[in-house]
């Protein structure tokens, strides 16, 4: 596609519930991230994905979160047993290692109440 | 570990100014730099990058950053703003090696008016 597509783009969930929140990479892309916005501040980093290595999780906060990739195309990112601190813009990105250059979805909004 | 520090949360200024937004940075290895925006209810947009070579580096929409290893900084330049740059900007930063996640500042919110 013509850039980083996420769905939903906003969620709303009662909190314990699940949620699955989906990332479509830019065709090519070999690397894809999640990220983290909470309110008023910075991206934190949540796990990274490189072809067929293993990802790097160690941006997961607790073990509720998890992620998984289909070889370099989609990922989900499941949040279980959402938490109100939970609630935040939940960014995927992804890049052609060459390029060193991240290339950011539109985010999906998370809200748990 | 590497850590971002944009001391300045807020920085308003009259359109036709010249803009300085500051950008520290601690790593114990080699980093690349960028400068992402992010315009009301839009995604993140990379403004420009700095990997190796020239120290200034120049990006989109007029902005320019200087890379100043003595002082681990990167900040943004741009010698007159306008409306439209009214947004988030967020310094980061990555390492050399893998080139993979990026740890990113807080950001520092542009505020443009006339």
């Known amino acids: 596609g013509a850039g980083v597509s996420q769905s939903p783009s906003n969620k709303v969930t009662e909190k314990g519930k699940d949620v699955e929140l989906r990332c479509d990479p830019i065709?090519?892309?070999?690397?894809l991230y999640w990220y983290r916005q909470r309110l008023g501040q910075g991206l934190e980093f949540l796990i990274y994905f490189q072809g067929n290595s293993a990802p790097d999780k160690s941006g997961l906060p607790s073990d509720r979160f998890s992620a998984e990739r289909t070889g370099e195309s989609v990922s989900t990112l499941t949040i279980q047993r959402t938490q109100q601190e939970d609630s935040a813009v939940y960014l995927c990105?992804?890049?052609?290692?060459?390029?060193?250059?991240?290339?950011f979805g539109p985010g999906t909004r998370l809200t748990v109440t | 570990a590497q850590s971002v520090t944009q001391l300045d949360s807020q920085v308003p200024v009259f359109e036709e100014a010249p803009v300085e937004l500051r950008c520290n940075y601690s790593?114990?290895?080699?980093?690349?730099l960028f400068w992402y925006v992010q315009y009301p209810n839009q995604g993140l947009q990379l403004l420009l990058k700095?990997?190796?070579?020239?120290?200034l580096v120049k990006g989109i929409n007029g902005f320019e950053a200087e890379f100043n290893k003595s002082q681990t900084s990167f900040h943004l330049r741009k010698p007159s703003v306008h409306i439209s740059d009214t947004a988030e900007y967020f310094c980061a930063v990555s390492d050399t090696g893998t080139a993979s996640k990026l740890t990113f500042g807080t950001g520092t919110r542009l505020q443009v008016t006339l």
């Open positions: 790593s114990s290895v080699s980093v690349y």
């Open positions: 990105a992804s890049s052609s290692p060459r390029l060193y250059e991240q290339y």
């Open positions: 700095y990997l190796s070579g020239s120290t």
């Open positions: 065709s090519g892309h070999t690397a």
